[in-house]
């Protein structure tokens, strides 16, 4: 167990449509960082948040956009859903004060559709 | 910029041989490695990492890789592979502090043949 949970699981949605997906992390983990694999491919990051502010950003359009909450919960939401969209969303969270090592814990995701 | 390769996506081993997954990365910086694995329609489980130190690094379910700074690899090796192994292996870099801004190789799927 990561202690990192992710909802929905699954989910389909039409073009052009937006999509919030949900994140919850461990206790003290005050940084989460949100990752989408398409398949067949390896995760890319998307973005990170410390302490509800985003301090860093991957090659990602600005309707990738993020929010982390005190209660070591975040949300991702993608607007003007695209085909391309389609994918694993990963969620992963850390304690930035190095306790773990700069180890980042992964949720089990969201699997997005955009038909 | 940091990338990472893994030679190879797919890799076939009968059970009981020696697992050997191949991981080269590039980074301007000292980097921080790791391994993660991706059983089906699953996240992904850290096997181990290296940070500092020992360059000899022993993770869980019998897995190890070694930091080859001059060969600027980190390749994973199990010595006898179970049928449980099979699943997609992902290696990782990242700049060596506390982001999360991990970089990831394709991933190398790994059968396990009886």
């Known amino acids: 167990e990561t202690g990192v949970t992710q909802s929905p699981t699954h989910l389909i949605k039409t073009r052009g449509q937006q999509v919030t997906l949900r994140c919850s992390s461990q206790?003290?983990?005050?940084?989460v960082s949100w990752y989408q694999q398409a398949l067949g491919q390896g995760p890319q990051f998307i973005f990170q948040?410390?302490?509800?502010?985003?301090?860093g950003r991957g090659n990602f359009p600005p309707r990738f956009s993020g929010l982390q909450f005190p209660n070591y919960s975040s949300e991702l939401n993608v607007n003007a859903l695209e085909l391309d969209d389609s994918a694993l969303y990963l969620c992963?969270?850390?304690?930035?004060?190095?306790?773990?090592?700069?180890?980042?814990?992964f949720g089990e995701g969201s699997w997005l559709t955009v038909v | 910029a940091q990338s990472v390769t893994q030679l190879g996506s797919h890799v076939s081993v009968s059970e009981g041989a020696l697992v050997l997954l191949r991981c080269n990365y590039s980074?301007?910086?000292?980097?921080?490695l790791f391994w993660y694995v991706q059983y089906p329609n699953q996240g992904l489980q850290l096997l181990l990492k290296?940070?500092?130190?020992?360059?000899l690094v022993k993770g869980i379910n019998g897995f190890e890789a070694e930091f080859k700074k001059s060969e600027t690899s980190f390749h994973l090796t199990k010595p006898s592979a179970h049928m449980s192994d099979a699943a997609e292996y992902f290696c990782?870099?990242?700049?060596?502090?506390?982001?999360?801004?991990?970089?990831f190789g394709p991933g190398t799927r790994l059968s396990v043949l009886p």
């Open positions: 992963a969270s850390s304690a930035k004060d190095g306790s773990s090592g700069n180890t980042i814990y």
């Open positions: 206790s003290g983990h005050n940084t």
């Open positions: 948040y410390y302490r509800e502010e985003e301090n």
């Open positions: 980074s301007s910086v000292p980097p921080y």
């Open positions: 290296y940070t500092t130190g020992a360059t």
């Open positions: 990782a870099v990242t700049p060596g502090n506390y982001g999360q801004n991990f970089v």
